[in-house]
DNA sequence: GGTACCTGGAC
DNA sequence: TGTCCAGGTAC
């Protein structure tokens, strides 16, 4: 377990992608860019040892990816009824894609990203509510594309077609708390890809790095509004890999006051 | 051992 | 761009 102070992490960084191509040491995990370069530092999972190490969060990614930026974890409210598990996996799921292959036949699976700005196919979207102080999750039976319908009859079997109710919710508090403890201030490394045919193995250059201080949350709940930020349900029967909040690509050095270029 | 978190994808 | 998805750990 190594100990950086802020300076000396930069520099560190800043060796690292000097030595270009590096191969990832988590073979057949998708976050092995992200655990690699945690091996490389010698740190342990989501805990940066500098001063403040809860006030600093590594955020890694490859540079010509698609994909969504995972900001943080959080289970909707109330978390005693444990929504995804007993409600939206059970009522609003459907079978996974590989029940009876690689899962049981029993395998249901519930993952959508869904947003501020519109439903998605399933009917579901969020919705801001600044008087009550919360995001709630929203289903409307109306907006489900003509492809769902098998899924939608079983909705109505299970459940019905109203409104959920009660629906899912985060309060404005718990979300800044958490964004707050977690996001407060970021590395951002980026990181180029590349595969041996041969070998199959991966390979990345930590390339780029910016450091970003002091988290925005008036940013972050315009950044939802608009649909730029987006929640991430993640559950198979066997599996849930939890509820995130997820950011399009490039846009999260907008949710901070100071981005500073290290590389 | 189940739940809630973590690291992130391909198409 | 949204619909789907992966292997992990902390407690």
Same mark, same amino acid.
């Given at each position: 377990?190594?100990?950086?102070?802020?300076?000396?992490?930069?520099?560190?960084?800043?060796?690292?992608?000097?030595?270009?191509?590096?191969?990832?040491?988590r073979h057949g995990n998708d976050?092995? @860019? %992200?655990?690699?370069?945690? &091996?490389?530092?010698?740190?342990?999972?989501?805990?940066?040892?500098?001063?403040? =190490?809860?006030?600093?969060?590594l955020k890694t990614q490859r540079l010509k990816t698609s994909s969504l930026t995972t900001l943080f974890h959080i289970e909707p409210s109330p978390?005693?009824?444990?929504?995804?598990?007993?409600?939206?996996?059970?009522?609003?799921?459907?079978?996974h894609q590989r029940a009876g292959e690689k899962y049981p036949e029993t395998e249901r699976s519930f993952r959508m990203t869904i947003h501020g700005n519109g439903r998605s196919d399933r009917g579901f979207g969020?919705?801001?509510?600044?008087?009550?102080?919360?995001?709630?999750?929203s289903f409307d039976s109306s907006k489900v594309g003509e492809r769902h319908s098998v899924w939608?009859?079983?909705?109505?079997?299970? @459940? %019905?077609?109203?409104?959920? &109710?009660?629906?899912?919710?985060?309060?404005?508090?718990?979300?800044?708390?958490? =964004?707050?403890t977690k996001l407060l201030n970021a590395f951002y490394v980026q990181a180029a890809v590349?595969?041996?045919?041969?070998?199959?193995k991966e390979y990345y250059h930590y390339s780029k790095v910016l450091m970003l201080q002091r988290f925005d949350f008036s940013g972050f709940l315009k950044?939802?509004?608009?649909?730029?930020?987006?929640?991430?349900?993640?559950?198979?029967?066997?599996?849930?890999?939890?509820?995130?909040?997820?950011?399009?690509?490039n846009c999260l050095p907008d949710l901070y006051e100071k981005v500073t270029e290290i590389i």
């Open positions: 377990m190594n100990i950086y102070t802020k300076e000396s992490l930069i520099e560190k960084l800043k060796e690292i992608s000097a030595q270009g191509w590096i191969e990832n040491g976050g092995g @860019i %992200g655990n690699t370069l945690e &091996d490389l530092l010698g740190i342990e999972e989501n805990n940066l040892p500098i001063p403040n =190490a809860a006030e600093w969060e978390r005693a009824m444990k929504f995804v598990p007993s409600i939206l996996l059970p009522h609003y799921g459907w079978p969020v919705q801001i509510d600044n008087k009550e102080r919360k995001v709630l999750i939608l009859e079983g909705v109505k079997k299970n @459940i %019905g077609l109203g409104e959920i &109710d009660p629906q899912p919710y985060w309060g404005f508090d718990d979300l800044e708390h958490k =964004a707050g590349k595969r041996d045919k041969e070998t199959k950044q939802l509004e608009a649909g730029n930020i987006l929640i991430d349900f993640d559950a198979r029967t066997g599996h849930n890999h939890g509820t995130k909040f997820r950011l399009r690509q």
